[in-house]
């Protein structure tokens, strides 16, 4: 069903480019101030001057994102494979202290409406990050991060294939050394036979990306509208994940709150209690992977609502839940039409962020920018794939597949 690719991708030069672990980042929604300071103190040619650009003078920082891209590939910083691959990735990381390990491989997909259900998505998105993405893909015609999905596969093709061969590379990130990546070049055509004819029964599911997705979606429309060649912008640069990983691990996004008006805790509980068993503890007593773990496994919706100086307040859903309603039970959704929407006042809710990070969230609430973090659990790959194929979409920033690929080992450029 889904139409995929494989493709001479731009690429660092390694003769240029001696130490590829400086010049990768991960995604660009993912970066933070500071690890931004640091990704362009390790090198020049760091991928964040491409996909994080900063204009000067005259210049605004799309255009000057296609500046310094061009400027590469004349220097030969940047260059194309010569033959047309598919690159086989594997990722290691630290769960808990035990090693981890997910496979997949990065080709082209052929862009898609999602009726036809070739490509799923499962989360709404946000005009503003579109908006950035557009301008940065009108500029440089170049997919520089990529759109992590996952398909389902019990034979394991891609790990055999990558248990077959010698990696091109193996680096551990200078922004995170707790990573390791590997990458292999598969260009035989009998095994990129394989790889394609594996994927054209299936379907794939959007896991992460779904700006970048609909952000190619509007710039090809765009392109056919104004009469450009259309073959390039066609297609976008994918990671594909077998979901039959035993390691890939699905984590939530935490919330945080500020609100227009504060409210104290006392009558936060008062309005919670009508939908929710309440209770308050300190965060340092509470075992917060035993709480979620143990609702989870009960799939019995609870929240742990942090208020700041230490102080948390418990919310678990009294209501029966509906026998086979797995879209009106979801977490998420009784997080956001529940307590979002019941529990604290109509209006009083000014802004809502979003962090993966329980220590940032305590530092935004501690510091006074935000008046609560809200903890939840996330959904399971079988339950988002479930949903995807029913046609219900999540609120944004429903799901955090970790860990998140790279961005620079390998890019697409569309043809000029």
């Known amino acids: 069903m889904v139409e995929i690719l494989p493709f001479k991708g731009l690429v660092y030069n390694q003769s240029k480019v001696d130490d590829l672990s400086r010049v990768i980042s991960p995604p660009y929604d993912v970066i933070t101030p500071d690890l931004d300071k ?6 020049p040619y760091n991928i964040i001057n491409l996909i994080v650009p900063s204009g000067s003078g005259t210049v605004d920082k799309y255009r000057q994102a296609n500046l310094i891209m061009q400027e590469w590939i004349k220097e030969n910083i940047l260059k194309f494979d010569p033959n047309s691959c598919f690159y086989l990735i594997e990722e290691s990381f ?21 009726k036809t ?39 394991h093709l891609i790990r055999d294939i990558s248990n077959s061969f010698a990696p091109d590379i193996s680096i551990n990130p200078e922004y ?57 912008q066609q297609y976008i640069l994918t990671l594909f994940v077998n979901s039959n990983q035993k390691d890939i691990t699905v984590y939530p996004t935490y919330r945080l709150v500020k609100m227009v008006k504060a409210t104290d805790s006392g009558h936060l509980a008062r309005r919670a209690k009508p939908f929710f068993n309440v209770s308050f503890a300190s965060l340092k007593e509470l075992d917060i992977k035993k709480f979620m773990s143990t609702h989870r496994k009960e799939k019995n919706p609870a929240f742990i609502i942090y208020l700041g100086k230490d102080k948390v307040m418990t919310a678990t859903y009294k209501k029966k839940l509906q026998k086979n309603d797995l879209w009106q039970d979801l977490d998420v959704n009784i997080l956001h039409n529940i307590f979002l929407k019941e529990v604290i006042e ?3 809710i000014e802004n809502i962020s979003f962090t993966h990070s329980l220590d940032q969230l305590k530092h935004e609430i501690d510091r006074n920018v935000y008046h609560m973090g809200i903890l939840l659990n996330a959904p399971t790959v079988d339950e988002v794939e479930t949903l995807s194929r029913q046609g219900f979409l999540m609120p944004q920033k429903s799901t955090y597949f970790y860990p ?11 043809k000029n």
Not at 205 to 225: F, K, M, V
């Open 38 to 43: 640091k990704l362009r103190k390790l090198s």
């Open 94 to 114: 630290m769960l808990d202290g035990v090693p981890k390990s997910i496979t997949g491989f990065i080709g082209l997909t052929k862009i898609e409406d999602y």
């Open 404 to 414: 998140k690929p790279c961005t620079g080992l390998v890019m697409y450029k569309f």
């Open 117 to 155: 259900q070739k490509v799923l998505r499962h989360e709404n998105t946000l005009p503003k990050p579109k908006q950035d993405r557009l301008k940065l893909l009108e500029n440089t015609r170049t997919n520089f991060g990529l759109v992590y999905t996952v398909y389902r596969d019990s034979s």
């Open 176 to 232: 995170d050394n707790s990573l390791g990546f590997k990458m292999w070049r598969i260009c035989q055509p009998d095994i990129i036979e394989n790889i394609t004819g594996l994927m054209a029964p299936k379907s794939i599911l959007i896991a992460d990306g779904h700006h970048r997705y609909e952000t190619s979606r509007i710039y090809y429309r765009q392109s056919i509208q104004k009469g450009l060649p259309a073959w390039g």
């Open 346 to 348: 109509p209006g009083n």
